[in-house]
């Protein structure tokens, strides 16, 4: 079935699409843990259309959609020379955003956009993959141990008013 997966970059056409999907998969995702006042002045501040095109048009940012027989299955956003706030990742590339919509979940999809970021960060000789997920997230973590990813560290995360705590993850890559 996923030899129709296709990992695309995300046009400047397509940021509308980008920005609904941005905000349905983070609302999805998170707002059976926290309040709803949260939920929105998040989604408002961050992930509100100019926010995103924001994103999108920086040059350190790039954004892919996973189409799986046409159909939008996901979504990543990758940051180069980003860091965590108390680790020095100078040659890493971030996932800063992995997110699988509900009915594509536990097909590999995840899987192939890791190994589409490893592909990209050795391309450059990068030689870390690095992300940040809440430590509440015990799903996503455990996806990324499975991945190969190691807990380093740990940082906070506003959501809303809600100061809340993040682990860091880290892959290393073989150099090329
Ligand atoms: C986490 C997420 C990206 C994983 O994507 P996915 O496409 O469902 O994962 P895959 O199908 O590629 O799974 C790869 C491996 O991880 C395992 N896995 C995936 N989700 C898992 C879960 N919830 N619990 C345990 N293992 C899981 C799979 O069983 C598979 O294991 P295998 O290689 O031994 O077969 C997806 O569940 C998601 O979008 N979650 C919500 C958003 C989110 O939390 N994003 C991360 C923010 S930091």
């Given at each position: 079935?996923?030899?129709?997966?296709?990992?695309?970059?995300?046009?400047a056409?397509?940021?509308?699409?980008?920005?609904?999907?941005?905000?349905?998969?983070?609302?999805?995702?998170y707002?059976a843990?926290?309040?709803?006042?949260?939920?929105?002045?998040y989604?408002?501040?961050?992930?509100?259309?100019?926010?995103?095109?924001?994103?999108?048009?920086?040059?350190?940012?790039?954004?892919?959609?996973?189409?799986?027989?046409?159909?939008?299955?996901?979504?990543?956003?990758?940051?180069?020379?980003?860091?965590?706030?108390?680790?020095?990742?100078?040659?890493?590339?971030?996932?800063a955003?992995?997110?699988?919509?509900?009915?594509?979940?536990?097909l590999?999809?995840?899987?192939?956009f890791?190994?589409?970021?490893?592909?990209?960060?050795q391309?450059?000789?990068?030689?870390?993959?690095?992300?940040?997920?809440?430590?509440?997230?015990?799903?996503?973590?455990?996806?990324?141990?499975?991945?190969?990813?190691?807990?380093?560290?740990?940082?906070?995360?506003?959501?809303?008013?809600?100061?809340?705590?993040?682990?860091?993850l880290?892959k290393?890559l073989?150099?090329?």
């Amino acid at each position: 079935m996923l030899s129709h997966l296709m990992i695309k970059k995300v046009t400047a056409d397509e940021i509308p699409l980008l920005v609904e999907i941005s905000q349905s998969t983070f609302y999805h995702t998170y707002q059976a843990f926290n309040t709803e006042q949260d939920m929105q002045l998040y989604l408002n501040k961050h992930m509100n259309e100019a926010a995103i095109r924001n994103e999108w048009n920086s040059p350190n940012n790039e954004f892919y959609f996973a189409w799986l027989n046409e159909n939008l299955a996901g979504y990543c956003k990758l940051s180069y020379h980003t860091q965590p706030d108390s680790l020095h990742f100078s040659n890493g590339l971030e996932i800063a955003r992995l997110y699988v919509n509900e009915p594509f979940k536990k097909l590999g999809i995840g899987k192939q956009f890791i190994a589409f970021a490893k592909n990209l960060a050795q391309q450059q000789n990068l030689e870390q993959l690095w992300l940040i997920a809440w430590q509440q997230n015990k799903s996503a973590i455990t996806f990324y141990q499975k991945m190969g990813f190691e807990i380093v560290g740990e940082q906070q995360f506003i959501l809303g008013n809600d100061v809340q705590n993040d682990w860091v993850l880290r892959k290393w890559l073989n150099a090329k």
